[in-house]
């Protein structure tokens, strides 16, 4: 069977970038009859950006109840929460010794947040938490823990998993061959879906669009999407147009090639953003129905992590004694 996995950070609510570069994706690959699907809230990762309990638990909530929303299936595939398997701590460990610093060193959101503080003067770590240095290893445990071939991820998350890749080579390496080498999934179309000012959407820009914002709401946002000031009648860019990617992401390829045709003809820009609200509108709004009633049932969305963790576990206890015992430390069974 093809082991497919990826992990969505409960650190905020959950917006289309996280819908069409991860959820969409990997719900649709969890319904290939040859699929093993492994899909969890990382909320130990969540930890490393937040420190307000109260909006990890909710964010957690609302990304579980996304996931259900989306269509997955929680009886067909290992759904769960990170931080119910403490084997993962465990396994970050051993894999933390085998990885190198310098490759550490070199992941882009550690280097990001030194290279801020050289421009600005300030001590390179300043404000840096040692979760953030070994974001990538943590990670690598999700991955390796249960021999993920696939990961299905936008375009941000692929160094991480060439990084899982590393660690897992040299731990093989060092160890005998206990990890799959993990691939990143990325679908071209939407690995970086734009946010509202044409950068990635990002929590961390502050210019997302909340996947379950309500349709005024929705309609508010996408009619604020940076757009240059061509007049209708001008033909416009498809090339960088935020707007024109965010159609592509929810529309038919046929659809998408009439709307390519409508720019080159110079649609106004009104009309371009009604038709980037009504294709969004029409492809979430079952979804968000669905949504509201589960988040007003957090005890069964609670039960179905519980029963997923145990399920998760069953696979994570037995391969983690294994794994103590090929390094050296008293095989725990
Ligand atoms: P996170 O929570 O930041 O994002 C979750 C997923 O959404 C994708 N994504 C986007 N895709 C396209 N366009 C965008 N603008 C956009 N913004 C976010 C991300 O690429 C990601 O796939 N480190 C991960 C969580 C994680 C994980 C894992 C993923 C922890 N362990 C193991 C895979 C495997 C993260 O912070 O994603």
């Known amino acids: 069977a093809q082991r497919i996995l990826t992990g969505i950070k409960p650190s905020g609510t959950p917006h289309l970038g996280n819908y069409a570069g991860a959820i969409r994706p990997a719900v649709e690959a969890s319904r290939r009859a040859d699929a093993e699907s492994f899909y969890f809230l990382a909320d130990y990762h969540a930890l490393i950006s937040t420190t307000d309990p109260v909006r990890v638990q909710r964010s957690t909530l609302e990304i579980a109840a996304t996931w259900l929303a989306a269509g997955l299936d929680a009886d067909r595939v290992w759904f769960y929460r990170q931080s119910d398997i403490p084997e993962i701590p465990e396994l970050t460990w051993l894999l933390t010794c085998v990885a190198g610093k310098g490759l550490l060193n070199r992941a882009h959101a550690y280097k990001a947040a030194v290279d801020k503080n050289n421009a600005d003067g300030e001590d390179p770590d300043a404000g840096v938490n040692m979760g953030l240095f070994m974001y990538p290893v943590l990670m690598a445990a999700d991955i390796l823990m249960f021999k993920a071939h696939s990961v299905p991820v936008g375009r941000d998350q692929i160094q991480h998993i060439e990084m899982a890749r590393d660690i897992a080579a040299r731990f093989n390496h060092l160890y005998g061959e206990h990890f799959v080498l993990p691939e990143a999934a990325i679908d071209e179309a939407v690995a970086t879906l734009p946010g509202l000012d044409g950068r990635k959407m990002s929590k961390s820009y ?66 371009a953003k009604q038709a980037v609200f009504e294709y969004i509108e029409r492809a979430v709004a079952p979804m968000r129905e669905r949504y509201e009633a589960l988040i007003a049932q957090p005890a069964q969305i609670e039960q179905k992590l519980l029963e997923g963790a145990e399920k998760a576990r069953a696979i994570a206890t037995p391969f983690l004694a294994d794994l103590r015992h090929a390094v050296g430390l008293r095989r725990l069974d």
């Open 206 to 271: 502050d210019n997302v669009i909340p996947l379950f914002a309500k349709p005024a709401e929705l309609k508010k946002l996408v009619f604020s999407i940076l757009t240059d000031s061509r007049l209708p009648g001008e033909p416009k860019e498809t090339e960088g147009s935020a707007l024109f990617q965010l159609y592509q992401a929810f529309a038919s390829a046929d659809e998408t090639e009439a709307m390519r045709t409508a720019f080159a003809e110079g649609i106004a820009w009104g009309e």
